[in-house]
């Protein structure tokens, strides 16, 4: 390994345990993503190729969603780490930046890569619903030949109106004994159940979970979300101003 390819894999590591724990919901955390952003723009620089995907969930945590899309457009011209279809994050990304329809789409294609997914589904739902409201969004439910991971197909339920948020919360826990195992399937409760409350227009609601869902803490790329969620929900209840698209 050369002094350059070891400088570089030392700055992705120091990146990738930042992403893992960061957002930029303070001074702090702005700080540290803001450095990391300026290492990868010196990296992709050098080598434009797979590092294009790690600036791009830098620029996502920093808020800075159309740049994202960008970034994860390129990083999929590049085949890594994902194609077209399993770009997830790019999915996300887009639906933070408005562009649900593109976003849609996204969660379309990841559909043929994880078919037993019904996380994407929900997002694809959720993006679905943005445009042309929940009802036109129930209708396009994506099939499932097996409903896996809970506690996901108790929040199907939820979204189609056929469930409730006792048994999604009941899903979550029943029969799991590893702590780590609990607290993400709690959050992951608590969150959907807040993205449901909030795309029915039930805001305090949905202020209540996904506060809730941040004191399971875990890293992953959907506490982030999580994070700028609430943030944009209680802002938008205090100000009394009408939902605005993420």
Same mark, same amino acid.
């Given at each position: 390994m050369t002094m350059k390819s070891y400088s570089t894999a030392f700055i992705l590591a120091s990146i990738a345990l930042i992403c893992s724990s960061t957002s930029a919901q303070n001074e702090a955390s702005r700080q540290q993503l803001e450095q990391a952003l300026e290492q990868l723009n010196g990296v992709i620089k050098d080598e434009p190729s797979r590092y294009h995907h790690n600036r791009a969930e830098v620029l996502f945590r920093l808020n800075r969603f159309e740049e994202s899309v960008q970034d994860y457009n390129?990083?999929?011209?590049? !085949?890594?780490?994902?194609?077209?279809?399993?770009?997830?994050?790019? !999915? %996300?990304?887009q639906y933070y930046a408005g562009a649900f329809r593109a976003a849609q789409k996204q969660f379309s294609g990841y559909h043929r890569v994880g078919p037993l997914d019904i996380e994407n589904g929900l997002w694809r739902l959720l993006c679905i619903a943005e445009v042309d409201g929940i009802e036109k969004a129930r209708e396009s439910v994506l099939e499932y030949s097996r409903r896996v991971r809970k506690p996901f197909p108790a929040l199907l339920e939820v979204y189609l109106d056929r469930g409730n948020a006792e048994a999604v919360l009941k899903e979550a826990t029943d029969g799991i004994s590893n702590p780590q195992e609990i607290t993400a399937n709690l959050f992951n409760a608590y969150y959907y159940l807040a993205k449901y409350y909030e795309i029915v227009d =039930?805001?305090? %609601?949905? %202020?209540?979970?996904? =506060?809730e869902a941040l004191k399971? =803490?875990?890293p992953h790329f959907m506490y982030a979300c999580a994070e700028i969620d609430a943030e944009r929900i209680e802002l938008n209840l205090n100000s009394g101003t009408p939902k605005a698209k993420p």
């Open positions: 390129a990083a999929v011209r590049f !085949g890594w780490p994902h194609d077209e279809d399993s770009c997830w994050e790019r !999915g %996300l990304a =039930q805001k305090e %609601l949905a %202020l209540t979970h996904v =506060q399971h =803490q875990f």
